[in-house]
């Protein structure tokens, strides 16, 4: 990922084998397959990259590896992957708990359709009212009369209680929608409750989205390292003095189509 920085490996090296049978590439900078400034682990990323493990690198390169992306970095992706794995009996617990609230709602629906509708109506007028009054009741207690803020609140809780009167205004207008609706309901819940399959067609529709999206990303990767590796200098425009050097990706023209398809068409990127 980093070209310039970058040696070919037969294996990925840990501390016992630091060198694992490595090739200096033409246009690295490095010059040594030495580890600096000690040996660590990696591991095998997308069968291409080898990574190196967070909690085996020298306290000297840690911050390098904190901050790849900003303040992102190997640190957080171990945390990340750390708490997933310790809380899996967690995930599994909210899983199965959302089937049994869909099957609880959708009874309640079948039974209760037409008071559950009304009631969230209901609720959705009170929740803008109480909004409404809060507002003006913490303008009032914080803020003098006069107060620039004071006003600014008072204008936000007359503008909700405005969204609350055009709620009450389409409710009332929608009186018919609302009832055909909550028939509609009541057959839908009916309809799930005989054919219980159907809770799951949301999930798989999830899991096939994240598998298309995972292999989405694993061949823009590959696609992206058919270019080949430019070495340039970099001068400085006032002494003319090489400064350092940097790598870039030269695509040809079907790389890039097929990179237009994948809809990303980077021209030149600079590691």
Known sequence: ???AYSVCVSACPNVNNTVADCKLSENSIVKSCEPQPGPYDSRLFLDRWCFPV???LDPSLTTEYNNVIGQFGLDDLEMYARDIRLSWKVYLICVFSIFVLIFFWNLMLNQFAEILAWFAIFLCAAGLAILAFGIKYYSDSNYPEGDTTGKWL??????VWGFLGIFI???LCSYQAIKISIRVLKVAAKVIMSNLRMIIVPVVGIVAILAWILFFAYSLLWLM???DMKSNQYI????????GTYVTYVW???EKYYMWASRWLPQ???L
Do not use: F, H, K, Q
């Not at 008072?154 to 503008?159: K, P, Q, T």
């Not at 400085?236 to 400064?243: A, C, G, K, L, S």
């Open 252 to 254: 040809t023209d079907t």
């Open 236 to 243: 400085n425009p006032v002494t003319n003095e090489v400064m």
């Open 225 to 227: 390292s058919c270019g």
């Open 154 to 159: 008072n204008i936000g809780s007359y503008v």
């Open 54 to 56: 967070y909690s085996s």
């Open 268 to 270: 030149s990127t600079r």
């Open 1 to 3: 990922m980093w070209p």
């Open 169 to 171: 205004l389409a409710v």
